[in-house]
């Protein structure tokens, strides 16, 4: 099997070489997907700072360099799920598709690169293997996998959320003589599944979008499913021009709805309570959102969903109904419709003709809850109850979510404290973008922000933003430090956990909580309290002269109000 990263002839240029060894960047950014592009286009050309950007990856694109497996696609609207920081850029883009696939954001993250010449201050093929902060020199010691080094006064991390697949945990695995491919670092030519045995595990979005994809191709195709999940219609279909074209008319006006929603889209149609209406009123909403598509049956239903088990109830059962209507044999619609959880409290996953695919006599659902897999053998797949052939396995088995791309970085900071020492029992941040005791890193869209429940484009836009004004405000006042002080963090980490424990989230075994991974404690994630009061609280905080915050070993206290 593959590396879980691979290493690839590189495209960008090798800037450990080029820049000298004794000399200190003001900012080294980690990443060159959405975040690491932005943030080093603002570092460079809009603060005039010197800055370096590195990326395991062969080029551009993060999350969407990666994912390449078919039917790979965006779940947020593209003119929505889109830098909005340059008006000409988002002017002169054009979608083909409401949700972009893969193929097209990939061009699109190519298309930022090479208009805001970013390539030339980006270091492909290197991972970063330890980051460890020097408390006399003020700076960030980088060290890369080949022995190279380089020093940093600020670390932006933009090493994703969902960028460490989960390492497959199947017994046997090396062994098997076919083709395996995980679904987070697919191969970059075609894979041909045309007349071929092929078994994927793994029922997630992305499992059910590659699944609804290779169904279609494949000779057999045999999903192993641990746990159903409640996929809704993504409603996608080709860029409507008219739309797009009202769109840009008003694209301020549609950027700051987006930041005002709880989900950094421009929906607004969420009522108060699946509890307060009658069922017929109910169910004309629900018939209104399936048919709409997006998350709107998610974020722009009922806004209890997510924290009354009642109310919850209402849309659980509809969207079993609803799966029972589009699977042929009740068998198979039964076991695909989930049970014992509550949904949205896993990520809901959105589909094009996903149960469908069920009714094609080249698929078959084979359920691993009952029959877990034992192992995967020279052939194939074994679990408890037999055994199947395959050419062709898939694990779309999901990531070491959130915690996990920065765990992986060798962050050690003041007084030898390394970040798994700090995050052993969960992570611990303030605002989800800072760490006491690791000064001068942010971690754009970290644990305990809003991120994966914030369009991501915008939820980087905000977190970049509030690093680079907080690096200007030290650069302002010639001072060398900022970090969280460790009252002001313990209290971000209660209520972060406090909002989560006021929803169903942490009822159910999810990576948000990162019960997907065995061993990482449980802990929700992410911040649950929206974007909008999120940005609130950041706008206060960066108004309060960095309330909560060490800087140059002072700390800020919060203003008497
Ligand atoms: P997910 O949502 O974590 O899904 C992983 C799937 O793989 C899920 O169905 C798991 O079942 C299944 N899985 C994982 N390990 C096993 C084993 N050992 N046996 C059987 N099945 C297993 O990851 P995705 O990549 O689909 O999505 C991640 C995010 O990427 C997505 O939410 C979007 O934000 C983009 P389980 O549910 O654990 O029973």
Redesign the pocket.
Known sequence: MADSRENQTTSGSSMTEAFPGDAVLDVLIVGAGFAGLYALHKVRDQMGLTVRAFDIASDVGGTWYWNRYPGARC?IESIHYSYSFSDELQQEWEWSEKFAAQPEILRYLNHVADRFDLRRDIQFNTRITSMVWSEQQKHWQVGFEDGASISARFIISGAGN?SVP?TP??QGIDDFQGEVYL??NWPHTPVDFAGKRVGI????????QAISAIAKEAGSLTV????P?YATPIGNGPADPQEISEVKANYPAIREASRNHFLGVPYSDVQPSALAVTADERRATFDNRWDRGGFRLFIDSYQDILVNKDANDTISDYIRERIHERVNDPAVAELLAPKGYAYGT??P?LETNYYEVYNQDNVTLVD??RA??DSVTRTGVKTSEGEYEFDVLIL????D?MTGPLMALGIVGRNGRTLQEKWAHGPQTYLGISVSEFPNLFLITGPQSPS?LYNMPLAIEDHVDFATDAIQYLRDRNLDAIEPDETSEAQWVQHANELAAATLLPGT???YMGA?IPGKPRKCLVYLGGAPTYRKICADVVEGGYEGFVLDGAKVPATAN
């Open positions: 779940d969902l989960k945990e199947f679904t987070g595990v793994g029922t997630g979005s992305t499992g059910i192993f499913q641990r746990t999940n896993k990520r996953p691993v809850r877990p897999i779309a088995t999901g990531f979510a994966v075994d999810s990576w997907n």
